[in-house]
């Protein structure tokens, strides 16, 4: 009679930290959007910062650059099948590091450098999945860092939102 109490309280135990680990302990939303959740909008902001460091070649952030703004913006426009692909590379960036990390650890929850190796271990990975993974999100959020005007100002380059516009108006 014993060994079935252990094992169920060995198993709701288990339940209790995997559903804490995938779940919970996220902050609230940052930015109220229509397609992003409380915890992306938390994997997101710390790609962002971890790609787009306070500080770096250019003082600005990737939040402060408006990063989970305009993720949020860009996937909520894509077709629900893709957004359904990017929630899923969500999840694989946070939860990768419990598969493929030394420790089993939330992305979110490792201090910047180690988010950073995890990035690069991402980008230089044997395993091709991986590498599209990191690709995927770096280009993402490259395209919303570069279109910020302040970023933009930095690298004294001007945006052009419409380069298709110049060859309609000329035809």
Known sequence: MQRPVLLFTGLAASGAVLAKGLFLGYPKKAYQSGFLTAKEQT???ACADTLFPA???IPLSG???GL??????YVSRLPDQQGVLIRLLLWFIEHGP?????????FTSLPERDRLR???AMRTSPIYFRRIAFLSIRTMLTMGYLAHPEVARAMRVKAEKDPFASRRTAS
């Open 43 to 45: 994997i997101v902001a």
């Open 55 to 57: 500080g770096g070649p």
């Open 63 to 65: 939040t402060q650059a």
């Open 68 to 73: 989970v703004e305009y993720f949020d913006r």
């Open 98 to 106: 419990w598969v493929f990390g030394p420790r089993p650890v939330r």
């Open 118 to 120: 995890v990035l690069e």
